[in-house]
């Protein structure tokens, strides 16, 4: 079984800076693409930042500039550093990642159950 499960989420206050972090954990022979999703009540899920597993990135337009994603191989680890928040970023983020299983061929895609972030203006 494999498990994606997030961290770091809260209040914060516009102009401020947020940290979340993922863990992979499971039986896992290797991650390939990672990446961060927001979504708001009544909209779609949107992917806000992904690394690949060369390590080459790219990020929504409304982020560009503000969030950094990184990953740390060696602990199945993906985070996002929120700088200079804005309302507009709020909303539950969830991890994503595709993930090659011990004793399996395929990679399967998984998502974290989510984190609120809430920014006050």
């Known amino acids: 079984q494999v498990q994606l499960v997030e961290s770091g989420g809260g209040l914060v206050q516009a102009g401020g800076s947020l940290r979340l972090s993922c863990t992979a954990s499971?039986?896992?022979?290797?991650?390939?693409?990672m990446a961060w999703y927001r979504q708001v009540p009544g909209t779609q899920r949107e992917r806000v930042a992904v690394?690949?597993?060369?390590?080459?990135?790219d990020y929504a337009d409304s982020v560009e500039g503000r969030f950094t994603i990184s990953r740390d191989n060696s602990n199945n680890t993906v985070s996002l550093q929120m700088d200079f928040v804005k309302s507009e970023d709020t909303g539950v983020y969830y991890c994503?990642?595709?993930?090659?299983?011990?004793?399996?061929?395929?990679?399967?895609?998984?998502w974290g159950q989510g984190t609120q972030v809430t920014v006050s203006s």
């Open positions: 994503n990642a595709d993930i090659l299983r011990r004793q399996s061929v395929f990679q399967v895609n998984y």
């Open positions: 499971g039986s896992i022979w290797s991650i390939g693409t």
């Open positions: 690394i690949y597993s060369d390590s080459r990135t």
